[in-house]
């Protein structure tokens, strides 16, 4: 197998996935809008960190142990499921709340400071409880990888996996920490809350029932 290839191909069906709508796009989204752009730049962040350990999980051999031990990876699943559900309580219980100062010249810079390492927290809280993400990229590094990579090629996966991961999510922080979108955010943050909440909520029932 070509390595070029094999990595090129890696690249593209891991940003495919990493692109599609999620838990993880609606949170980023979320915290650039009302905590501005640090802290929707940190979240980026978090989920590039998260994502490295699945992968690197994924390996070298964690997969494996969940598979020997299926009771390992329902209480992932079923942590990560909770948490989703706690998210979305929480955008449910605060969507009538008024969008705060995210703009550190007009507000207090350690409550700012506070408020995007929040967001830094939660993000990797996200990444961190779903298992699914290990499974994910262990099925496509068994599909596209050679069976016995050296060991160059492992450190270029994890490489590819971060710099899909941040470039991805930091770009989804820049356009909803902009004026505009935090300006239309603000207009319409009941609703948008709302169908935010909703959508985390289905993704943790579902996570919370599904079989794989």
Do not use: C
């Not at 495919?16 to 962040?45: C, D, N």
């Not at 967001?119 to 996200?126: D, P, S």
């Amino acid at each position: 197998m070509d390595y070029a290839v094999a990595l090129a191909g890696l690249a593209v069906v891991h940003l495919l996935a990493v692109a599609s709508p999620g838990p993880s796009t609606v949170l980023v989204i979320q915290t650039a809008a009302v905590s501005g752009r640090r802290a929707g730049l940190l979240a980026a962040f978090a989920m590039m960190l998260g994502a490295l350990v699945w992968a690197a999980a994924a390996l070298f051999g964690l997969q494996v142990l969940f598979a020997r031990f299926e009771w390992l990876y329902l209480a992932f699943r079923i942590a990560g499921a909770l948490y989703l559900l706690y998210l979305a309580y929480m955008l449910l219980r605060h969507a009538g709340a008024p969008l705060p100062e995210a703009d550190p010249s007009a507000a207090n810079p350690s409550a700012v400071l506070v408020g995007a390492w929040q967001g830094f927290l939660k993000a990797l809280l996200l990444q961190l409880s779903n298992p699914k993400v290990m499974v994910f990229m262990g099925s496509i590094f068994i599909s596209l990888l050679p069976a016995q990579p050296p060991s160059w090629m492992d450190a270029t996966v994890l490489a590819i996996v971060a710099l899909n991961e941040f470039t991805w999510f930091a770009l989804l922080a820049l356009l909803f920490s902009g004026g505009a979108a935090r300006a239309f955010y603000r207009r319409t943050k009941l609703w948008l809350d709302r169908l935010m909440g909703g959508v985390l909520g289905l993704l943790g029932a579902r996570l919370l029932v599904s079989e794989v």
